[in-house]
């Protein structure tokens, strides 16, 4: 880890979920996973390697006063920087990003990934460091088709494929800087705002337990994994 050690390293945590796709009125963030919010248990998994993190945790202002409830009544004090959100997850990350200092390396991470590895975020931070992106990715499992304007569809090799997860892991100066850009529809994630600065994208291994907690079905497997003992975080 020697190219990590002239770098102070930062995450910010984006979660400005609602709760709709969980059929709850509460947003996904903040729903219980073994006894505590989603949202904890991202956060010590930066707070539990062994390099320290400094925490940027982005959420909507509308919701701030509720986290706060929530670390008071689960006794819950990793420090953390707290930042309002955008309107757009563009803008979210924008605002977080505004708190990392140039010199560092910044993982930018989902708030409702909370099962991501200690392994797999210093892999991210170790490619940043030393070719300046780092972006989480794994190869696909199901055969996949292409869409034709006619209504039919044609078969795509899938070994040519990558799904995207987070964190997408940066030089600090450079994320900043492709944010300086107007939003963009095809703007989907960091990465895509990276490549349209002109950073090329080096992925790296991430793990199908790296899951993101979008639907009940999501929920019921992040308990199971948990309960398996497969991830241990430090309280």
């Known amino acids: ?32 996973l073994q006894g505590k919010p989603v949202l904890m248990h991202t956060l010590q998994a930066f707070a539990s390697l062994p390099q320290s993190v400094e925490l940027v945790l982005v959420l909507p202002e509308v919701q701030m006063a509720y986290w706060q409830q929530l670390c ?86 899938r070994e040519e494929y990558r799904l995207v997860q987070t964190p997408q892991t940066f030089r600090a100066e450079a994320i900043r800087s492709a944010y300086a850009r107007e939003e963009q529809p095809h703007f989907t994630d960091c990465a895509s705002v990276a490549e349209a600065a002109g950073l090329h994208i080096h992925l790296t291994e991430g793990s199908y337990r790296n899951l993101k907690i979008t639907t009940p079905e999501d929920l019921l497997l992040a308990e199971a994994l948990l309960q398996n003992g497969s991830l241990h975080y430090r309280n």
């Open 1 to 32: 880890m020697d190219a990590l050690s002239s770098s102070p390293l930062y995450a910010v945590i984006v979660a400005g979920g609602s709760g709709s796709r969980m059929q709850s009125s509460l947003p996904k963030q903040f729903l219980p």
């Open 72 to 157: 008071r009544q689960h006794r819950f004090t990793l420090p953390h920087q707290l930042v309002a959100g955008g309107n757009s997850r563009f803008q979210s990350v924008k605002r977080g990003l505004e708190k990392v200092p140039d010199k560092a390396l910044v993982a930018i991470h989902d708030g409702v990934r909370p099962l991501i590895e200690g392994d797999i975020i210093l892999r991210a931070y170790q490619l940043a460091a030393e070719k300046g992106t780092a972006v989480v990715a794994v190869p696909l499992k199901d055969s996949i088709r292409r869409l034709q304007a006619d209504g039919s569809s044609q078969s795509s090799p």
